[in-house]
Every structure is written in C-alpha cells, then in structure tokens.
C-alpha cells in the first residue's frame, strides 16, 4: 500500500512560486504514472498534471500549461509540482495520486493512494 504525503503550500503574491512535493512511502511509485489534483472551495476536484513512469511523458490542464511542470525523482520516490505565475484562481487544496490506467488519465476515478492535500493561497 502506498502512502503519499503532499508538502511545499501555502500563501502566496500573484505573479510567484510554489513547489509542491509529493513524498511516497510503504512502496515505490516508480513503476506507476502519477497525478497532480487541485480543489477549489465549492468546486469539484480537478485534474492539474499527470507524469508518465520516468518522466518521458507529461500531461497539463489548459488552465495550468506553461506555469505548472510535473516532474518526478524515482531515486527520492517523489513526485514535484513546480508552480510559476501564480493566480489567485490556483488558489485550492492540492492532491497528489497515483494512477491506476495510464499516464494520461485526467478523471479522479482513475487514481487512487491520495495524500491529505496542501494548501495553496494565492492573494496580494
């Protein structure tokens, strides 16, 4: 059973950066494609980025494609989610999971092993 523990929120001006981390534990993910999810307060959850098992092959929201890279350290078991330009819409909860298809999976249902979520505030 893999255990993911997200870290690397918190509040920050428009225009910065954040970089989050997903650490896993109980097992390795290097063989697994692995997501980055985000929820808004009264919003469902949403897809934010997906990574391929070695990091080959990566996969965006429109929302986030060009601020947001995906990237994983197979060595640390760890999966990264470096944030640049930051919106006050970025603002949410951010999950990290690992996928049960493929790395191109974009639905919750998908994934599963999801973290507790890190806060991510966007505001001047």
């Known amino acids: 059973q893999v255990q993911l523990v997200e870290s690397g929120g918190g509040l920050v001006q428009p225009g910065g950066s954040l970089r989050l981390s997903c650490a896993a534990s109980?097992?390795?993910?290097?063989?697994?494609?692995m997501g980055w999810f985000r929820q808004a307060p009264g919003k469902e959850r949403e897809f934010v980025a997906s990574?391929?098992?070695?990091?080959?092959?990566?996969y965006y929201a429109d929302s986030v494609k060009g601020r947001f890279t995906i990237s994983r350290d197979i060595a640390k078991n760890t999966v990264y989610l470096q944030m640049n330009s930051l919106k006050p819409e970025d603002t949410a909860v951010y999950y990290c999971?690992?996928?049960?298809?493929?790395?191109?999976?974009?639905?919750?249902?998908?994934?599963?092993?999801w973290g507790q979520g890190t806060q991510v505030t966007v505001s001047s």
């Open positions: 999971a690992k996928s049960v298809t493929t790395s191109q999976a974009r639905g919750v249902e998908e994934y599963d092993s």
């Open positions: 109980g097992r390795t993910i290097s063989n697994y494609p």
């Open positions: 990574i391929n098992w070695n990091g080959n092959y990566r």
